[in-house]
């Protein structure tokens, strides 16, 4: 069965600070993964997403992820963080349009 | 323009009645959608997968008989909450899979508050 772990349940930055976002998926065949991010009060939005190809994937807002096969690994990187970043961010993964899995979730709080 | 039309978006209703919750699917026939609930500060999780002319498939703890779900059509899902209750309240979402893509499109989203 497929499963996402973030294991990162809250991180707090300071403004400029490089920001990385753990997430390691389980699932025995080929995955897509996702990032997703919710501002509060907002709907999710896709950050960015793998589907093949290049394992390091550029998104929206200045954030990226690397899949690492061997590490079943695809963490989320952004090099400076704003303080409109704090928001819940959820990793995904899922199987050719199989249902998708969400991680539980990593709060970020940005210091202004 | 939006794939995928999720409605009501949000809905108040009192303790024992039912609310039906809508997903159509805009651009493509989707023989399968996905129905998640997230409740506050909390994450999706996945209820159940809607397939098109066909029982619904739920995943564990989810009760079949109150979340009641029809997808009579390649572009409409149904999600109804029997004898809605107080911990029924959350943020229900349907997301439907394009089979030729293999993408995966996201409803708004149905607030659902019972009182």
């Known amino acids: 069965a497929q499963s996402v772990s973030q294991h990162n349940h809250h991180v707090i930055l300071s403004e400029a600070a490089s920001l990385e976002l753990g997430c390691n998926y389980s699932y025995g065949g080929t995955v897509n993964l996702f990032w997703y991010v919710q501002y509060p009060g907002q709907h999710l939005q896709l950050l960015l997403k793998?589907?093949?190809?290049?394992?390091l994937v550029k998104g929206i807002k200045g954030f990226e992820a690397e899949f690492i096969k061997s590490k079943f690994s695809f963490n989320l990187r952004k090099p400076s963080v704003q303080w409109s970043d704090t928001a819940e961010y959820f990793c995904a993964v899922n199987a050719y349009a199989s249902k998708i899995i969400f991680g539980s979730g990593t709060r970020l709080s940005i210091r202004p | 323009g939006a794939v995928v039309s999720q409605h009501p978006s949000r809905v108040i209703c009192k303790s024992g009645t039912s609310v039906k919750i809508e997903c159509r699917s805009l651009d493509f026939q989707a023989t399968t959608m996905f129905w998640y609930r997230q409740f506050p500060k909390q994450s999706l999780m996945l209820m159940a997968t809607s397939n098109e002319g066909s029982k619904a498939t739920y995943e564990q703890g989810v009760e079949k008989d109150k979340f009641l779900i029809n997808h009579a059509s390649l572009t409409l899902s149904t999600l109804t909450v029997t004898s809605a209750h107080p911990e029924d309240s959350s943020f229900y979402i349907c997301v439907v899979a394009s089979g030729r893509s293999g993408e995966l499109f996201f409803g708004e989203g149905s607030r659902l508050t019972v009182l």
């Open positions: 793998y589907f093949s190809g290049d394992p």
